[in-house]
């Protein structure tokens, strides 16, 4: 049973740019949850979707926006780049609380 | 609001020594308390819970952790630490009222465990 799943792994972004990084829940969670861990730092909550919508947002301007697909996919989106959005981004799926991380995507904007 | 605070950013132990590693959480409601595990360049992997119940818990690798209301404490144990313990270790809260989908975790800033041979 496959986990969690982000694409892509890795990425490099200039300044400025917009960005979108992807996440597959594990099979039969229908909740995600969006993470952005810097550089020796603990995970930060961006915002969770559920039933295609968003239901919870963390302390991140509206540059960061998302959607979820009717298969429960995700992405997250991030305009106008900025050096301090480099970062570790990490989904997680749940359902009915349990949560599943996937592997991250490493964001590092020149 | 909720918090986690994980005192001391590196511990560092003798391969076979206590592993101790402590958290304290800040919760105006009861809590949900979780202990993740990171290896480098990977994702988080749930390492033990607290929910309700039993307050000692025990996980995976041979870890352990005792949820305590009076100190707000949720720390971190293993009897005898192993060259592979060595890792990120997150501590995290949620609130325990909403176990449907609106339940963010909290995290702290996280404690780099060395094992020296």
């Known amino acids: 049973d496959a986990g969690v799943t982000q694409s892509p792994t890795h990425l490099i972004k200039t300044r400025g740019q917009q960005v979108t990084l992807r996440c597959s829940p594990k099979?039969?969670?229908?909740?995600v949850s969006w993470y952005q861990q810097a550089l020796g730092q603990g995970p930060q909550f961006i915002f969770q979707?559920?039933?295609?919508?968003?239901?919870q947002r963390g302390n991140f301007p509206d540059r960061f926006s998302g959607h979820q697909y009717p298969n429960y996919s995700s992405e997250l989106n991030v305009n106008a780049l900025l050096l301090g959005d480099s970062a570790l981004y990490l989904c997680?799926?749940?359902?009915?609380?349990?949560?599943?991380f996937g592997s991250g995507t490493r964001l590092t904007v020149v | 609001a909720q918090s986690v605070t994980q005192l001391g950013s590196h511990v560092s132990v003798s391969e076979g020594a206590l592993v101790l590693l402590r958290c304290n959480y800040s919760?105006?409601?009861?809590?949900?308390l979780f202990w993740y595990v990171q290896y480098p360049n990977q994702g988080l992997q749930l390492l033990l819970k607290?929910?309700?119940?039993?307050?000692l818990v025990k996980g995976i690798n041979g870890f352990e952790a005792e949820f305590k209301k009076s100190e707000t404490s949720f720390h971190l144990t293993k009897p005898s630490a192993h060259m592979s313990d060595a890792a990120e270790y997150f501590c995290?809260?949620?609130?325990?009222?909403?176990?449907?989908?609106?339940?963010?975790?909290?995290f702290g800033k996280g404690i780099t465990l060395s094992v020296r041979p």
């Open positions: 997680a799926s749940s359902f009915t609380g349990g949560y599943t």
């Open positions: 919760s105006s409601v009861p809590p949900y």
């Open positions: 995290a809260v949620r609130p325990s009222y909403n176990t449907g989908a609106n339940s963010k975790l909290t």
């Open positions: 607290y929910t309700t119940g039993a307050t």
């Open positions: 979707y559920y039933e295609e919508e968003e239901r």
């Open positions: 099979s039969g969670h229908d909740t």
